[in-house]
């Protein structure tokens, strides 16, 4: 393993209840092992979710992360939202941001851009997920569209050390296709090199999402330029998980 650290972030999405938080106690005593100190591990539940993970993932080297947040950094009138503020002071030290769930939710380029700033002056480290749709792919617009999401989505941000990129290709997500290597190498290296250039930052981190599971991961863990997997769908079973985790290195 070299020395770099390998992501692995599981994003529950809208799912799990109270019973369904024991099922990480597997990915705990996996967390424990020597040889995985190079692994980090984040856990995304949802909302009502956050306190009691963080409860349970006291005194391990798992962190936890929410989905989302709203724009505004203080407290207001904003029914059924919590901002990074709130998301902070429970102990998370993740937030996932421009999710193509939340995207297609009305999160503009705009919006998310006010979310990474006031998720960063909260001191948390922002997972800023970006990625073509099917028919900007089709269109052969991939890297307009990633150069926009992140011109747009880092406007006035100044470093991105709290910063970790999800490449995560909106066709891909949910989908069970997964882009082939040379596309990903392709893309993860432009999503790279504009940040190298930007913020002159020689090794800005990339991971990648969608669709990753049990059986595709040993080729996945092939591409050296993807510094870890954001997880939706096969992270909410431990096994599954756990599966993918020891796949990446054995
Ligand atoms: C995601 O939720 O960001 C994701 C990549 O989901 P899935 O792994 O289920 O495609």
Known sequence: MTNKYKYFVANWKMFGN????DTINRVIKL????NLKKVKIIYCPPYTLLSIFIKKLVNTNID??????HQSQNDGPYTGSINSQMIK????????VGHSENRTNGDNNYLINQKIK??????????????????????KRT????KTQLTKG???????DKIIIAYEPVWSIGSGLVPKNKELIGNIFFIKNFLKKKFKKSNPKVLYGGSVNSKNIKNLSL?????????????QRSNKFIDIIKKTFN
Do not use: P, R
Request: charged residues 20%; positive net charge.
């Open 64 to 69: 936890v992360g929410a989905q989302n947040c």
């Open 154 to 160: 880092l406007n006035k941000v100044k470093n991105i």
């Open 143 to 146: 890297k307009l569209v990633l």
């Open 118 to 139: 006031s998720s960063l002056s909260n001191n948390l480290n922002v997972l800023f997920c970006i990625g073509e749709n099917i028919k900007e792919k089709k269109s």
């Open 18 to 21: 109270i019973k369904s938080t």
């Open 89 to 96: 002071n429970l102990g998370c030290k993740y937030v996932i």
């Open 223 to 235: 591409i050296k330029e993807i510094d870890g997997f954001l997880i939706g769908g096969a992270s």
């Open 31 to 34: 967390s424990k092992q020597k």
